[in-house]
């Protein structure tokens, strides 16, 4: 069974910085996708950025998150880092870490197992 882990939240001032971390165990094949979705109080599920396995696809989808979140990865342990700078108080939500088989999408329902969440705040 694929468990999915998902850290790294906070309380930050705006123009701050995070990085939040996932990792995904009981993965039985090395093709999958690893994302990140977020909801924000009253506001639908979005999807942030999927990065693919083995071959390291990556897209960001939130267009306004470009220019400010990346992403990398630990190839060897399954785990994908969102790095996220130039924080604004509009990026507080729940950031959700989702994992799949075979390709990303940016579907929510695609995804089998999901992460807790790990909250981030971001303070004006």
């Known amino acids: 069974q694929v468990q999915v882990a998902d850290a790294g939240g906070g309380l930050v001032q705006a123009g701050g910085f995070l990085r939040l971390s996932c990792t995904a165990s009981?993965?039985?094949?090395?093709?999958?996708?690893i994302a990140w979705f977020r909801q924000a109080p009253g506001k639908e599920r979005e999807a942030v950025s999927c990065?693919?396995?083995?071959?390291?696809?990556?897209?960001l989808y939130a267009d306004s998150v470009k220019g400010r979140f990346t992403t990398s990865r630990d190839n060897a342990n399954a785990t994908l880092y969102l790095q996220m700078n130039s924080l604004k108080p509009e990026d507080t939500a729940m950031y959700y870490c989702?994992?799949?088989?075979?390709?990303?999408?940016?579907?929510?329902?695609?995804?089998?197992?999901w992460g807790p969440g790990t909250q981030v705040t971001v303070s004006s």
């Open positions: 989702a994992a799949k088989y075979q390709y990303c999408s940016i579907r929510e329902v695609a995804f089998t197992d």
């Open positions: 009981g993965l039985t094949s090395a093709d999958y996708a």
């Open positions: 990065v693919s396995w083995p071959i390291g696809t990556t897209y």
